[in-house]
Each structure stands twice: as structure tokens, then as C-alpha cells.
């Protein structure tokens, strides 16, 4: 393995943590090989990738407790005047756990408001959140054997004070077992940002939805699944088959699909963005029609965003 692997494979096992959080492990552990420079010897000094990433995320982990002792004093008062104002701060960092068994879900239904969510690959379906307080987190399953997900609910302003002793990104990990099937997909964000590592989930139909924030999927595969992308970013690698809308304001959806590019057929209509479906790119104010709607169809509209199908 080389350098560039393993650092690769540490990135993406520390997902669950903010933006902030990972370029600075990743920024520590280039620079400790550039100063070691001995790249093997680094490598069996730190362990596997995986390894570290746990060490890692834990020492993240307990710098947040660090920073929730630090805000309380020893009799459990609150060392502010601000009584309320810190009680909010130590009630943002819980940390909550849910797991729920592969054979009980049959789909899936996730809403994200201003938050960072992982998605990655497990043993059974759990839900970790940190920075989050409780009553802002709906988790449950229903009877229609539904795993619901959300956490729209708006945070308390004193999150984003710059006055704030400790400001903690709320983040959200979801763990999805391998190769699970579900018969309906539903997930959206709104200001915040979901990335996936790869996994592999299937799904009869689906509905997926970016406002303002950015999501990245990789190994969803899928019936019917429509799209809607706002202001934001969407980028979706997988498989879609049926008739499928997709709908993009302002913003920038990519959309990479496994498939025979002849089975597939599509309408646009565009406004000042961009479309490009494999070869073929319109741009500025037009409409595409086909008359021969094949089985696998898609149905674009583009307004001032852009929109890129390629199918392989």
C-alpha cells in the first residue's frame, strides 16, 4: 500500500466527523510521513487505516467531553452568568445511539435540515448523532416497518454565536447494512451536507431531494428514483431504471449510472443552465422531446442550473 492509499483509506474511514475535523487528521498524518520519511515503517508504526481512523474519531470524541467539563464547574453549576446559554451548549453535545435490525426495515425515510451525515456500510441499520440535542432528532420505526430518520426541527440560535465557548457542528452517522433492499427510498437535505461512503442499497422507488446543502450518494440502485435539486449539489452514482423526473433550479446535479446507454431515452427542457446526457449537450433556452419513450426514461427540467446524465 502507498501513501496516497493509505491516507485515501483513513479519509474515508473518518467520515463521521465535520469537514474541519478530517482535513486536520489528514493534514497531521501527511505532514508526520513527510517528516518521517520512511513510509513503510509509518504504516506498521500506525496500523491499518481502519485502526487509526477509530483512534481518531475518539480522540475527537473526548475532546468534546474535555470541552463539556471545562464549560461546568465542580459543584455541576454552570460557570457562566448565563445559566440558559450554557445549558444549551452542554445539551448540543449529546451523543445519541439507535439500531435496528436488517429484516425490520422495509424502507427508508430520511430528512436532514442543517447538519453533516454520513452514510456508510455495517452489520444492521444504526443512527449515531453528536452536537445534537435530543428533542431536535426523530428516530423510530413504524408499523409499516418504516425507519424514520429526521431531524429538520431549527437548532437554537446560540448554536451558530461566535460568542460561544464550544460551537459543534452537528453530525449524523447512518450505518447501512450490506446489500440491503428496501421498497421505498426517501431522502432529503436542506442546508446541510450528506456524503456516503460506498454502500450498496437497493430500492424498488425512491425520492431524492437537495435544497441548499450537498449530498454525494454512491451504491444506491434502484427502481424509479426522482430527483430534485435546488440551489445545491447532487451527485449520485448507482442505477435507475423507469420513468424518472428530475428537476434542477440553480443548482449542479451529476448523476454517474451503470446501464446500456441505448436502453435509456429522455426530454428536456432547459432554461440558462446546461444538460448534457452522454455525448449530447444543450445549453441556453430549449426543448428536447423524444418521440420514442423508451422503458428507462427521464424527464429533465433545468432552470439556471446544470444537469450531467452519463450512462456506462
Known sequence: MTREEYLNELKSSIMSLTSDEQAEAIQYYTDYFEEADDDEKVMRELGSPQDLAKTIIEKFANALVDTKSADSNSDGKDSSSEGNFEQDDRRSIDALYFEFAKHEVHNLSMDFGAAEVALIEGEKYSIETRGLPEESLNCYLNKEGTLVVSNTRRFNLNFWSHDRR???????????????????????????????????????????????????????????????????????????????????????????????????????????????????????????????????????????????????
Open 166 to 312: 464550544s460551537r459543534i457542528v452537528p453530525r449524523i452517522l447512518v450505518t447501512i447494512p450490506g446489500n440491503a433492499v428496501v421498497e421505498k427510498l426517501r431522502i432529503s437535505v436542506g442546508a446541510g451536507k450528506l456524503v456516503s461512503r460506498k454502500i450498496c442499497l437497493s430500492c424498488h422507488s425512491g425520492n431524492i431531494n437537495v435544497g441548499a446543502g450537498n449530498m454525494v450518494l454512491d451504491g444506491i440502485f434502484g427502481g424509479r428514483i426522482d430527483m430534485r435539486c435546488g440551489m445545491g449539489n447532487l451527485d449520485f452514482k448507482g442505477s435507475i431504471t423507469g420513468s424518472v423526473n428530475l428537476d434542477c433550479g440553480m443548482g449542479n446535479a451529476k448523476l454517474d449510472l451503470k446501464g446500456d446507454p441505448k436502453a435509456y431515452s429522455y426530454d428536456a427542457k432547459v432554461g440558462l443552465g446546461d444538460f448534457r446526457f452522454n455525448n449530447e449537450k444543450k445549453s441556453g433556452v430549449c426543448q428536447i422531446y423524444n418521440n420514442q419513450k423508451l422503458e428507462n426514461h427521464f424527464s429533465v427540467n433545468v432552470g439556471m442550473g446544470s444537469v450531467s446524465i452519463k450512462i456506462n
